[in-house]
């Protein structure tokens, strides 16, 4: 079956420190992986995607790089701000994109 | 364009009553999806249309729950004889098959429906 596993939150950390959250997923077939991020009082929307493996997507600073041999998209930011403190989701679809599955979120905190 | 669109934002309702929610998409996106959330989880999947063809519904979706997307424009989601447990957030998405932006979900501000 498909499936994302994400690691718990609330991750809280100083501004300007390193970021990761982990997500790791099972799928049938090659699926297209995501992260999602829903800020305070607002709706989910894209963060950054990759379609293969090796691909790496990227934007607003965050990396994330789909590791097959490893079935993991880790989310990672060098430096983050205050303004980062959000909900973050892992998700993925199957080639057929007609179902997309979602983590169960990681909250982050970042303090000034 | 402005956005997907839903409508009620917030819905109160007592246990028993039925309850519709509408979603609007981006008008060039063939594909709509309705999730639902609740606190502290991740979207739950319910069902997806492919224009007005509604090709998979979650298994999770008792037969109170329906919906509909006549025309392939506007959806619906209507849940019948409503449930305490049915409390959440109902988050509708579209997509477009091709294109640089395919496949990638562009989700509304969320339907809040809370049934006491």
């Known amino acids: 079956g498909n499936s994302v596993t994400q690691m718990e939150g609330p991750v809280t950390l100083s501004e300007e420190a390193f970021l990761t959250i982990n997500c790791t997923y099972t799928?049938?077939?090659?699926?297209?992986l995501f992260w999602y991020v829903q800020y305070p009082g607002e709706g989910l929307q894209l963060l950054l995607k990759?379609?293969?493996?090796?691909d790496k997507g990227s934007n607003k600073g965050f990396e994330a790089t789909y590791r097959k041999e490893t079935t993991s998209f880790h989310l990672e930011k060098g430096s983050v701000q205050v303004s980062d403190s959000a909900v973050y989701f892992c998700?993925?679809?199957?080639?057929?994109?007609?179902?997309?599955?979602f983590g169960s979120g990681t909250k982050l905190n970042v303090k000034p | 364009d402005t956005g997907v669109s839903q409508d009620p934002r917030h819905k109160i309702t007592k246990r028993g009553q039925n309850v519709t929610f509408r979603c609007d998409p981006i008008?060039?996106?063939?594909?709509l999806y309705w999730y639902r959330q609740t606190l502290g989880q991740g979207p739950e999947f319910l069902t997806y249309?492919?224009?007005?063809?509604?090709?998979?519904k979650s298994r999770l979706l008792s037969d109170r729950f329906s919906a509909e997307r006549p025309k392939g424009s506007f959806s619906t989601l209507e849940i019948q004889r409503t449930e305490q447990g049915d409390s959440a957030m109902y988050l509708c998405?579209?997509?477009?098959?091709?294109?640089?932006?395919?496949?990638?979900?562009?989700f509304g501000a969320g339907s809040r429906l809370t049934v006491l």
């Open positions: 998405a579209s997509s477009i098959e091709g294109g640089t932006g395919a496949n990638v979900l562009t």
């Open positions: 799928a049938t077939g090659y699926p297209s």
């Open positions: 990759a379609t293969k493996a090796d």
């Open positions: 998700a993925l679809t199957p080639y057929n994109f007609n179902k997309f599955y």
């Open positions: 008008s060039e996106h063939n594909r």
């Open positions: 249309f492919q224009n007005e063809a509604q090709l998979e």
